[in-house]
């Protein structure tokens, strides 16, 4: 049996990785990820179907532990890149099919075939609707092509997001930074989780890489509401457990400037959530940090390091650092960015 391809290594991240935070059920060749506990954050939005791989399940990715705090040096143009998340729903009729769960680190009963059809996309969606959460499908294009259709026949307006994977041979170069900003893992105590947490609510909510009215004030008040409704304190475990590595810029003052995540499984990361303050943007913040990142991933075990865009010019500024095309991830329009 030969080594796995990149589309392979891929399709096991996508198929693996939620399973640190979720259960999966399985509606016959489309599986759909439950999260465990309520606001609990992973990987591809909150409840999303996938389409199951053949082979045996695959098992919730092992600890990596506490991932260690020191600052990365970094740097260009700031970054925002993929978008993701649910669509809307309503309740599955009483007795209906709802395909069972399957434990975290259960196998399944062997190879699942990729014949997916319009009743089994409904299933998905009703189990959905019962759940009270939003109709969330994410794909890899050229694994499975004609789910595209069946999808769109529908109603869900599906986007693409093309991947990019950074060369394993290619050395990350040095990222300038204005001077005084350094760039550090957070760990689950560090005084600035709040903020860090709060920036991409600002980032994602002006899109692009223009400069923006959003600083340091909405910054403060974004962080006090997710400290008040809990996000803070759910983010701690995945932090200590090291399911989430999460970066960020900060100014001399402590204000972060722009962050970003991984979610490692067995070598395997993408990074995602690349944003920064709108009043911070065009001094390469974003791409410092997605440096910091990918440089921090491999030297903790992680060979595969890729990352999804929506925007041409961030792909530029994704392939001065060293990565390439990878093909397509397809999604519902509209949902909501992955979650920090």
């Known amino acids: 049996m030969g080594e796995p391809t990149l589309r392979d290594r891929i399709e096991l991240y996508y198929a693996t990785v939620p399973l640190a935070f979720a259960d999966a059920e399985e509606f016959g060749p489309l599986r759909l990820f439950v999260r465990k506990g309520e606001g609990a954050p992973y990987y591809g939005g909150p409840n999303h179907a996938y389409p199951v791989p053949a082979g045996p399940a695959p098992v919730a990715p092992a600890s990596a532990g506490p991932a260690p705090v020191a600052p990365v040096p970094a740097g260009p143009a700031p970054v925002a890149p993929a978008s993701a998340g649910p669509v809307s729903v309503d309740p599955v009729p009483a007795?209906?099919?709802?395909?069972?769960?399957?434990?975290?680190?259960?196998a399944s009963s062997g190879p699942v075939g990729?014949?997916?059809?319009?009743?089994?996309?409904?299933?998905?969606?009703?189990?959905?609707?019962?759940?009270?959460?939003?109709?969330?499908?994410e794909w890899l294009a050229e694994v499975t092509p004609?789910?595209?259709?069946?999808?769109?026949?529908?109603?869900?307006?599906?986007?693409?997001?093309?991947?990019?994977?950074?060369?394993?041979?290619?050395?990350?170069?040095p990222q300038p930074l204005?001077?005084?900003?350094?760039?550090?893992?957070?760990?689950?105590?560090?005084?600035?989780?709040?903020a860090v947490l709060a920036l991409p609510r600002l980032a994602f909510a002006d899109v692009g890489t223009a400069v923006g009215p959003a600083g340091r004030a909405e910054l403060a008040a974004v962080a006090e509401k997710l400290v008040a409704d809990g996000t803070v304190e759910t983010m701690r475990p995945t932090l200590l457990t090291g399911h989430k590595v999460l970066a960020a810029a900060f100014a001399p003052d402590g204000t972060p400037l722009a962050a970003g995540h991984y979610h490692p499984a067995r070598g395997i990361t993408e990074i995602g959530g690349i944003g920064t303050l709108p009043t911070a943007r065009r001094q390469g913040l974003g791409a410092a940090v997605m440096a910091a990142l990918a440089t921090h991933a491999r030297e903790h075990g992680v060979h595969t390091v890729f990352l999804a865009y929506a925007d041409a010019a961030v792909a530029r500024i994704y392939a001065r650092l060293g990565f390439r095309p990878a093909g397509t991830t397809l999604l519902i329009a509209d949902q909501p960015a992955r979650g920090q």
């Open 178 to 194: 204005p001077e005084g900003v350094t760039i550090r893992i957070l760990d689950a105590d560090d005084p600035g989780l709040p």
């Open 114 to 137: 990729t014949d997916i059809n319009a009743a089994d996309i409904a299933r998905v969606r009703a189990r959905q609707r019962q759940l009270g959460v939003a109709e969330s499908f």
């Open 146 to 173: 004609s789910l595209r259709a069946l999808v769109e026949a529908a109603g869900l307006p599906v986007a693409e997001r093309p991947l990019m994977v950074l060369d394993p041979h290619h050395p990350l170069p």
């Open 95 to 106: 007795g209906s099919a709802s395909g069972g769960p399957v434990a975290s680190g259960s």
